[in-house]
């Protein structure tokens, strides 16, 4: 069949999100191989195209549904998975790929049974410093890598994926993290495109700080992901209001961040007010380090100051500044003295790098 088109680097190809382990009682497969998760399905054949516009010309990546299986010993079973292989491709070159054994349990919940791979950066020294990939039961017929072995499955995706809902990452020897959903219906604007009805999936290691935002979008599966170093502008908008330059901004520091509202004007400003996507009157949120408008709360003060002005949120931990700032049209309000000149503005912010000026 034809290529879709994917944005930005997929998530969850990579690095496996859960365990199978704990309480809960085994999973069971009968047809491990009819992958009909709502929010990344499986189908032979197909072939999905990364478009990352931070890629060097001549540098692509592919993700590809293939054809044939690969059989894992589970429990003394046989789970017979498919196969989900990743490639990049530099100047027609293939300089990395993994592939990945996934299989759907009987209840719905997308499991990965290991993953194998090579990356040509990471043998430029003529030395394996560490292992291929991870397998359950640590046996790969027909290969020469070495691979780790892990005694159970693990969860790619849960089969409902409502928001709060988490499930934990643990790979010995490489470590733990949680991945939990925190918001559902997201419309994602990609270099490939707009996904909606997306859910977005915070992943946070234990005890560390390397964060990871994913979205997977119905039908297609994993469609964005920022890591840690994207975080430092997570999003950011400007518009020409009137006579007043407005720009929203979310930077995070690893774990925690501010929302930002910056005015400039040649103009004095006495009152601003930003109401969020939900109608909420966020002007409470803002203060001025150097006082000015911002200054107590709602209305923001009562400074005649000209020039730029930068209202910020508390350091917020990234969850609840997410929450807290979502995505959608902000409404901007503002005045100058004896409510002269009134602005009144839109402003849509996306939770994404990069800036956009409508």
Wanted: hydrophobic share 35%; charged share 25%; net charge negative.
């Amino acid at each position: 069949m034809g290529a879709a088109v994917l944005g930005g680097v997929a998530a969850g190809l990579l690095v496996p999100e859960a365990t199978a382990s704990g309480g809960a009682p085994a999973p069971t497969f009968d047809h491990p191989r009819t992958i009909d998760h709502p929010y990344w399905p499986f189908e032979a054949g197909r072939v999905l195209i990364e478009k990352d516009p931070t890629a060097e010309a001549g540098s692509r990546g592919l993700q590809l549904h293939l054809d044939r299986g690969q059989t894992i010993q589970w429990r003394g079973q046989p789970v017979e998975c498919s196969v989900l292989r990743s490639e990049r491709i530099e100047d027609g070159e293939l300089v990395a790929w993994s592939e990945q054994f996934v299989a759907q349990a009987d209840d719905g919940t997308l499991f990965t049974f290991g993953e194998i791979g090579e990356d040509d950066e990471d043998d430029s020294d003529g030395v394996d410093d560490e292992d291929d990939g991870w397998v359950v039961g640590g046996e790969l017929p027909g290969t020469n890598l070495v691979v780790h072995s892990v005694d159970e499955p693990l969860v790619l995706l849960p089969a409902e994926l409502e928001v709060g809902r988490s499930w934990r990452v643990e790979i010995p020897p490489l470590g733990t993290e949680t991945a939990r959903v925190i918001r559902t219906e997201q419309t994602v604007i990609t270099p490939a495109g707009v996904y909606s009805d997306c859910v977005q999936v915070l992943e946070t290691p234990h005890g560390g700080s390397e964060l990871e935002l994913s979205w997977y979008a119905p039908g297609i599966g994993p469609v964005q992901k920022l890591d840690r170093e994207e975080h430092s502008r997570l999003a950011e908008v400007a518009r020409q209001i009137g006579k007043v330059e407005a720009r929203l901004r979310l930077s995070t520091d690893r774990r925690a961040g501010r929302f930002e509202l910056s005015l400039g004007s040649s103009e004095a400003l006495l009152q601003a007010r930003l109401f969020g996507p939900t109608g909420d009157d966020l002007s409470t949120w803002l203060h001025s380090a150097g006082g000015g408008i911002g200054k107590g709360g709602a209305p923001l003060g009562h400074s005649r100051e000209v020039g730029t002005v930068a209202l910020r949120s508390p350091e917020l931990p990234l969850e609840q500044l997410l929450a807290a700032f979502p995505e959608g049209r902000y409404q901007l309000r503002a005045h100058g003295p004896m409510r002269s000149s009134p602005l009144h503005g839109e402003l849509d912010l996306r939770h994404r790098q990069g800036a956009e000026r409508p």
